[in-house]
């Protein structure tokens, strides 16, 4: 099963910048970011398909960016005019199909983004 190991979060003031990183081990389709911030439940931030098609949550549309390198089985999020809202448990999130659903069988461990105000 392949596995996934994101990297990149920290704690950033109101209007600063993050870029978070997944390493893939293996071959994977339908990449995303998933968040879940403390008492919500968790929610799809980004997905891009194995051709780099993308959709984004309303919340985040012209601040983030989802990209993928498949040479290095890599997926990132450049993360802009971050707001203290964006605070959350990041998740990398990938499944075998090449194109996105909403579903997403593997997962990593998160990686946390604190914004304060």
């Known amino acids: 099963q392949v596995q996934l190991v994101e990297s990149g979060g920290g704690s950033v003031q109101a209007g600063g910048s993050l870029r978070l990183s997944c390493a893939a081990s293996g071959f994977t389709g339908c990449m995303g970011w998933l968040r879940q911030a403390p008492g919500k439940e968790r929610e799809g931030v980004a997905s891009?398909?194995?051709?780099?098609?993308?959709t984004y949550t309303d919340s985040v549309k012209g601040r983030f960016t989802i990209s993928r390198d498949n040479a290095k089985n890599s997926l990132y999020l450049q993360m802009n005019s971050l707001k203290p809202e964006d605070t959350a448990m990041y998740y990398c999130a990938a499944d075998y199909r090449l194109s996105c659903t909403s579903e997403f069988r593997l997962r990593g461990q998160g990686t946390q983004v604190t914004v304060s105000s």
């Open positions: 891009i398909s194995r051709s780099g098609s993308t």
